[in-house]
């Protein structure tokens, strides 16, 4: 990541800030129908954003690291934490950069940031027994999906991608929408 993505990143949420500053960030929506599966403990949201998956996860009983390289949204999600007094750990980190600690979590969260790295080593830090929860863009001859910029086909998935990636793993949910231009999956770590 290099010092001008991390600009863009502080740019794009100080000017969304700006606009809304009351801003209610909103979950996923797969992430919230897939709730009677998310049983709590400690759940790690890569690439956090302005914190919509982590105040989801933490009002459901979850410890939630929430990690992002943009410090603009790193302290919204303090600050939203701290308001409701969340169980979140918010932390400005480049995911490129850092290991991340293995077997900790019951449940990873990843919506809408591809790094293969990282994303390998984040399946390392699912607990076994653990779940993986992933919705990304993917590379369709179709449409993609409404109300998003053009996205370059380096950060999408090809079709099949994630499901190989997860070899091994119990599929809770695997969707594939060709429409949207979106994979989803749930994914149990065998024990
Ligand atoms: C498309 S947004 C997704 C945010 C959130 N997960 C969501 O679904 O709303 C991608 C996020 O990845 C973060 N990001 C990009 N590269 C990163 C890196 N190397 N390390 C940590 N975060 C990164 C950006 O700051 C941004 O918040």
Redesign the pocket.
């Known amino acids: 990541?290099s010092q001008q993505?991390?600009d863009k990143?502080?740019r794009?949420?100080r000017e969304k800030l700006k606009r809304e500053p009351s801003f209610d960030?909103e979950p996923?929506p797969t992430l919230v129908e897939l709730s009677t599966e998310l049983t709590g403990g400690k759940a790690l949201?890569?690439?956090?954003?302005?914190?919509?998956?982590s105040l989801f996860l933490a009002r459901l009983g979850y410890e939630v690291t929430a990690?992002?390289?943009?410090e603009v949204?790193i302290d919204y999600v303090r600050e939203l934490a701290d308001r409701e007094g969340l169980s979140i750990h918010p932390e400005?980190?480049?995911?490129?950069?850092v290991s991340l600690p293995e077997e900790t979590f019951d449940l990873v969260?990843?919506?809408?940031?591809l790094?293969r790295g990282?994303l390998q080593s984040a399946q390392q830090g699912v607990k076994p027994g653990g779940l993986f929860f992933m919705?990304t863009f993917l590379k369709t001859n179709v449409g993609g999906k409404d109300g998003h910029a053009p996205v370059r086909d380096a950060f999408k998935l090809n079709p099949g991608e994630l499901r190989e990636i997860f070899k091994g793993w119990e599929m809770k949910l695997y969707r594939e929408d060709e429409e949207a231009g979106t994979v989803s999956m749930l994914a149990v770590k065998k024990g």
């Open positions: 990541m993505d991390r990143w502080n794009k949420y960030p996923n949201d890569i690439a956090c954003g302005l914190g919509g998956n990690l992002d390289v943009s949204a400005r980190v480049d995911l490129e950069q969260v990843d919506t809408y940031y790094d990282v919705e």
